[in-house]
């Protein structure tokens, strides 16, 4: 266990979950490093005054040493999708290096964000963050991978498909993955066990399945955002023959999320994205008032970006950087 107010590095700060963390452990007493490979992308966010940052790379390895000076815990919200052409050699090279720097530094801990699977044949995106998982707790430090599935708010990679693909299309075409069921959960959820996660006990390191209350089919997830959004039932007409390239192509054309971000996201979609075990409520309490089901995460979503449920279709904001997406 370390200390209940200690100092932590958070990788991926430019990013939607990382931009979202490091208020939230403000807010519980931490002192706060970000690191990034242009530390000027923090230059106008709220709490640049409240935080040190630090210039580094996860691919060069060399320019980590002084970010993770006198770090306890480190945040690895980084990953390479939709940025690099091979992100399965890079995720691995990174999560080698994040090692190496932590354990020459003497981190006490690492907290990883990865996402919900199955066992058996995964897609190249889940197959790279399951092998950060591995990387990572092999490794002599103590490491929490926690495992989550579609995260629900605005500017998050997999709502923002959810919601472009449903507001631009009153009738769409989509492959068979429209029928698998998903397991979202609410990005004040899982701020929730992110920040818990700093100081939490643990026995070992190991993996831990992050979930909200609710399970269904990725149309009904669809569904669901057109009644929050006031808009009319969505006709959805399934296509088995759509392979995941063609697919990619399709959230490309008819969403702004970039080709090579829409096609590791959709060739995830492939499986089902479900918890398999709730072993974390044995050591994280529940949110107060419980875990937020999809259709208020939906609501608020919407409204955190200005938009009322039922003034409709909201306009298409530009994503931001992968880094730390969901």
Not at 84 to 110: H, L, P, T
Not at 194 to 216: I, N, Q, Y
Request: with cysteine.
């Amino acid at each position: 266990m370390v200390d209940n107010k200690c100092r932590v590095l958070v990788t991926g700060a430019s990013g939607y979950i990382g931009g979202h963390l490091v208020p939230a452990l403000l807010a519980r007493g931490h002192a706060v490093r970000a690191l990034a490979r242009s530390p000027g992308k923090l230059g106008d966010v709220a709490w640049r005054d409240e935080i040190e940052v630090a210039q580094g790379d996860l691919l060069d390895v060399n320019s980590l040493a002084k970010a993770f000076e006198d770090i306890a815990v480190v945040f690895y919200l980084v990953h390479s999708m939709g940025s690099s052409q091979d992100f399965e050699r890079d995720e691995q090279r990174a999560a080698e290096n994040v090692v190496s720097a932590a354990e020459r530094a003497g981190v006490r801990r690492i907290v990883y964000l990865s996402g919900l699977h199955p066992d058996g044949d995964l897609s190249p995106h889940l197959r790279s963050r399951t092998m950060v998982g591995d990387t990572l707790i092999k490794s002599s430090i103590e490491t929490l991978v926690l495992q989550a599935g579609i995260v629900i708010g605005s500017r998050s990679a997999s709502f923002e498909m959810i919601r472009h693909l449903t507001d631009r299309l009153p009738v769409m075409t989509t492959p068979k993955w429209v029928h698998n069921t998903v397991q979202p959960i609410a990005i004040d959820d899982v701020l929730h066990y992110l920040v818990e996660a700093t100081t939490v006990p643990v026995p070992h390191s190991r993996t831990w399945d992050l979930g909200g209350p609710d399970v269904l089919e990725y149309g009904d997830a669809m569904q669901t955002y057109a009644e929050v959004a006031g808009l009319r039932k969505r006709v959805i007409i399934v296509l088995p023959i759509l392979t995941p390239s063609v697919a990619s192509w399709w959230v490309g054309l008819v969403t702004p999320i970039p080709s090579g971000l829409a096609r590791p996201l959709v060739e995830s979609l492939h499986c089902n994205s479900v918890v398999r075990e709730r072993d974390i409520d044995q050591i994280v309490p529940l949110p107060s008032g419980g875990l937020t089901g999809y259709r208020d995460a939906v609501a608020h979503a919407l409204a955190s970006d200005g938009t009322a449920a039922q003034r409709g279709r909201r306009r298409f904001i530009r994503l931001s950087s992968p880094a730390g997406s969901q």
